[in-house]
């Protein structure tokens, strides 16, 4: 494998154009096809535009359906989740060979083994078309995650499946889903396997003043020396939300948490830049105060995360519930901490 230490990534900020309103499981379908054939021509436009150099794309979270509003887990599942060796898979590889890329998003994916319910699962392609990495997210408010299914999880996938990383042509990849960004421990987690370039396909709210994803963002990169790659949408569509609330601030920040570019609202490829491991590389193996990684005790910490549980797991093992379950698991860990004194 020949490897490429210098090149463009680009988070590409597109619509996403909503499903709920859709009953006819054919429409659902073709919606999904009518989706990824424009990103086929963005990415091909985008790419003629910015260079040949192009070798990583970004697409935003749930780019192909959005997501439930309303609807059951297990009608979701059957709605808008898309299958593993799926029609959508194959077409958003044919981009992938076609471009010679590496293609990037994240969707909701059925699983044989947990029927009735979905994950949101972050993916990369490689530029043959194949799926190379498959992250499933680990926290979510309202939609089932590996942690609800824990000791039945790991005795399927084994704990090497929790914390993916890729080793490509560019660089060591990995996959943060949306608001975990927010959740340190998950890139950290990545970053412990060797990641480089930290993909995040989110749908979050932009503004011109600093988000706490934005923070987030910068702080994930600097703490962990690693690019960011953050792919926001440009509105959604189809859904009685307002279009443009989730619109805007697409980036790419480099490991020393500086944002080396960023979109504004809309439709955009403004969000590219390049992305020089060789770089990242020196600056991880240079001695002194800033290589945080090098810096990291982690036994000072083992002790406390071993002996301290806050959101249970395994609360998904006894059936398929409603979303209310997951409020109610929040108010009982909640209730919990307080009694414990530690909220």
Not at 113 to 132: E, K, M, N, R
Request: with cysteine.
């Amino acid at each position: 494998m020949d490897q490429i230490e210098s090149y463009r990534a680009l988070a590409l900020q597109v619509t996403c154009h909503a499903v709920n309103t859709l009953s006819d499981p054919v429409a659902v379908r073709e919606r999904m096809r009518a989706t990824i054939e424009r990103l086929h021509a963005q990415i091909r436009a985008s790419i003629s535009f910015i260079g040949s150099d192009v070798r990583l794309v970004v697409l935003p979270e749930y780019f192909l359906t959005g997501f439930p509003l309303g609807e059951s887990i297990a009608v979701w599942s059957e709605k808008a989740a898309i299958d593993p060796d799926g029609p959508e898979y194959a077409a958003l590889g044919q981009i992938a060979r076609d471009q010679q890329i590496f293609l990037s998003g994240n969707c909701y994916e059925r699983d044989p083994h947990f029927p009735g319910l979905y994950f949101q699962v972050s993916f990369v392609i490689d530029p043959t078309g194949q799926v190379v990495l498959r992250y499933r997210r680990l926290n979510s408010m309202f939609a089932p995650t590996p942690h609800d299914l824990w000791e039945r999880f790991l005795e399927i996938y084994g704990p090497e499946s929790v914390f993916p990383v890729a080793s490509t042509a560019i660089g060591r990849l990995a996959c943060i889903a949306s608001e975990e960004i927010l959740f340190p421990e998950v890139a950290r987690c990545l970053v412990m396997r060797g990641a480089e370039v930290l993909i995040h396909s989110s749908s979050e709210v932009s503004s011109p003043e600093l988000t706490q994803k934005n923070i987030a963002k910068m702080a994930r990169a600097l703490e962990n020396l690693a690019y960011l790659v953050s792919a926001n949408s440009a509105g959604i569509e189809g859904i009685a939300i307002p279009f443009a609330s989730v619109d805007g601030g697409s980036k790419i920040v480099d490991y020393t948490g500086r944002v080396l570019v960023e979109a504004g609202q809309g439709e955009s490829m403004a969000a590219y830049a390049e992305i020089d491991l060789a770089a990242l590389r020196r600056y991880r193996r240079r001695p002194g105060m800033n290589n945080l990684l090098s810096r990291q005790r982690f036994e000072l910490y083992a002790s406390s995360y071993a002996s301290t549980s806050f959101y249970p797991p395994n609360t998904l093992l006894s059936g398929n519930p409603e979303r209310r379950h997951f409020l109610r698991m929040q108010q009982e860990t909640i209730d919990r901490l307080a009694q414990m004194g530690v909220i």
